[in-house]
């Protein structure tokens, strides 16, 4: 059974920074590319960030370009969202999913990203 497990969320001053990680088991993660998104109070989940399988390519939506980056280790099962410079409306509670093979962007497709996601992390900014 594919179980996704995030951490790493919390509560942070503005201009802060928190890194999210995200352990995967039950897959063969190598052949997983990964996602990092996030959902507001009253607002559509939308992605953040979002890594191939390979791990040669990622994206980025563009109100978080330059303040985050997305790794991964296949030896730990992990992928990593380091945040800096956080703001008050990166509030949300940001969650991990795994798609089998490549990808091409990081826009929420509930059809594409369907399988396998986490249970979220809460992320606070306070300003």
């Known amino acids: 059974q594919v179980h996704l497990a995030e951490s790493g969320g919390g509560l942070v001053q503005s201009g802060g920074s928190l890194r999210l990680s995200c352990t995967a088991s039950?897959?063969?993660?190598?052949?997983?590319?990964l996602g990092w998104f996030r959902q507001a109070p009253g607002k559509e989940r939308e992605g953040v960030s979002c890594?191939?399988?390979?791990?040669?390519?990622?994206f980025y939506t563009d109100s978080m370009k330059g303040r985050v980056t997305i790794s991964r280790d296949n030896g730990k099962n992990t992928v990593y969202l380091q945040m800096n410079s956080l703001k008050p409306e990166d509030t949300a509670i940001y969650y991990c999913a795994a798609v089998e093979g490549s990808i091409s962007g990081c826009e929420y497709d509930p059809l594409f990203w369907s399988d396998k996601w986490g249970q979220g992390t809460q992320v606070t900014v306070s300003s």
């Open positions: 039950g897959l063969r993660f190598d052949d997983y590319s």
């Open positions: 890594i191939s399988w390979s791990g040669r390519n990622t």
